[in-house]
């Protein structure tokens, strides 16, 4: 993979969205990316401007009310939720994010290359009607509905963010062309992505929720996807992946519970462009969700750089570490999957 090959979307506006005095989703996140997206350009890397995302394009994900109420924001601040907050330019702002994120997937469809997005607010928290958890659109499912539209036939979502992503799993819940698949903290905020969350009528199996305790390791990550995650993407056949990158899984995070390292990630986006070259024309797309500590999303934000522009490697070993944690749910995960992927012998 050419450094040329990869394009990045990324725009110093992002820190135009305030939050309150102390609030974890801060501008201070959007100058942490385009630190990472000014020395990927001092390589060579290549970086577009965001466009606003078209109402069409929010309208296949989110309800009409809904999408006025978000717009009636704009040139004022509020309050949403008691974790969500718009500042004048926040609507704006975040038609930017989906927007940045549907051209990332323009990317990875046209040039069979990642697309990356480095992107704020998140939004894998932002339901079809309902704004939360520091979310307003939701930019994955906004792109993943925009791949569907444009004749991907299957689309699948990873999200290895320490929080479940509630939004992107309810908007897709009856889909069976698009799989959700969540590794996560569990009990943790939202309070979803039970073991048995897995879909319901003609999408039931597409909802792959792996909830882990407290304390996973990057070890307990690895074993969840060489043993699960990659499996069910294997039987589900998606011509087109979508990670939704959140950082707050990082050890040093002080929003979540989890211990991975930069390194962690590391071999997770490995097998993820694996996965992507071998079985879906090397079609990967990534958009940023959550991350909260401003050293480790920087360094984060760099290796997803370095994975998705150094050449696919032909094998990726295993993380060292303890796996009792992943190895406690990973019964009850297969269990409740087995129904729906009889070719793995669940």
């Not at 704006?92 to 997005?117: S, Y």
């Not at 969350?197 to 929720?209: E, H, I, K």
């Not at 490697?313 to 087995?338: E, H, I, M, N, R």
Request: proline share 6%; aromatic share 8%; with cysteine.
């Amino acid at each position: 993979m050419a450094l040329a090959d990869v394009l990045l979307i990324a725009s110093s506006r992002f820190v135009e969205h305030e939050t309150p005095p102390g609030h974890p989703e801060r501008p201070a996140r959007a100058e942490a990316m385009t630190r990472a997206a000014d020395r990927w350009r001092s390589q060579g890397g290549t970086i577009a401007e965001p466009e606003a995302v078209a109402d069409q394009a929010l309208a296949r994900v989110h309800d009409a009310d809904y999408l006025g109420s978000i717009a009636a924001t704009s040139g004022r601040s509020a309050r949403l939720d008691p974790d969500t907050y718009t500042s004048p330019e926040s609507e704006t702002i975040a038609r930017l994010a989906a927007g940045a994120t549907i051209a990332a997937v323009d990317h990875a469809l046209d040039r069979n290359a990642p697309g990356l997005a480095f992107v704020r607010p998140p939004g894998h928290h932002a339901e079809r009607a309902r704004a939360m958890g520091f979310c307003l659109y939701n930019n994955a499912a906004v792109a993943a509905a925009h791949a569907r539209s444009r004749g991907a036939a299957r689309v699948a979502v990873i999200d290895y963010d320490v929080h479940h992503g509630n939004g992107t799993q309810w908007i897709f819940y009856d889909d069976p062309s698009v799989l959700y698949v969540s590794t996560h903290q569990y009990p943790f905020y939202p309070g979803t992505g039970a073991a048995d969350d897995v879909g319901r009528g003609d999408g039931a199996g597409a909802t792959l929720n792996i909830p882990l305790a407290a304390g996973a390791t990057d070890a307990d990550q690895d074993l969840v996807f060489r043993d699960v995650v990659l499996p069910v993407l294997g039987a589900f056949g998606p011509d087109l992946l979508i990670l939704s990158a959140g950082f707050d899984a990082h050890a040093a995070d002080p929003l979540g519970g989890m211990r991975l390292t930069v390194d962690g990630f590391r071999t997770l986006n490995r097998r993820l462009r694996g996965f992507a070259a071998a079985h879906c024309d090397g079609r990967f797309a990534v958009v940023t969700e959550g991350g909260y500590d401003l050293d480790a999303l920087e360094a984060c934000l760099d290796m997803t750089l370095e994975t998705c522009a150094e050449e696919t490697p032909a094998s990726v070993p295993p993380a060292a570490g303890p796996t009792g944690t992943a190895g406690a749910v990973l019964a009850s995960v297969k269990q409740a999957q087995a129904a729906y992927w009889p070719s793995l012998g669940w």
